[in-house]
């Protein structure tokens, strides 16, 4: 049975940082991307960033560029994002996915976890 379970989401003031991480079992994911998503209470769930399977190329949605870091250690079989200068506008549910397919960015999920709740307070 395939599980993505996710864990470090919290409450952080603006401008703190938390690190997401999610783990994968069930079978290996070394072969395909895999990302983060979340969703704001009354909005639909966005992309936040794409991973490739290597590792190289990823891809981050405009409003987290340069503040959200992506990574992944196939041998673990876990994917992480390190979230630094968090705004209030980040709060959300995060969810890791993981995608048979190889489009980088993900625009969706085969796989995915049962979310994370980030808040970030003002």
């Known amino acids: 049975q395939v599980q993505l379970v996710e864990s470090g989401g919290g409450l952080v003031q603006a401008g703190g940082s938390l690190r997401l991480s999610c783990a994968a079992s069930g079978r290996t994911f070394s072969q395909y991307t895999m990302g983060w998503f979340r969703q704001a209470p009354g909005k639909e769930r966005e992309h936040v960033a794409t991973?490739?399977?290597?590792?190289?190329?990823?891809y981050y949605a405009d409003s987290v560029k340069g503040r959200f870091t992506i990574s992944r250690d196939n041998a673990k079989n876990t994917v992480s994002l390190q979230m630094n200068g968090l705004k209030p506008e980040d709060t959300a549910v995060y969810y890791c996915a993981v995608s048979f397919s190889l489009r980088i960015p993900m625009v969706g999920g085969d796989y995915w976890g049962q979310g994370t709740q980030v808040t970030v307070s003002s």
């Open positions: 991973i490739s399977w290597s590792g190289g190329a990823p």
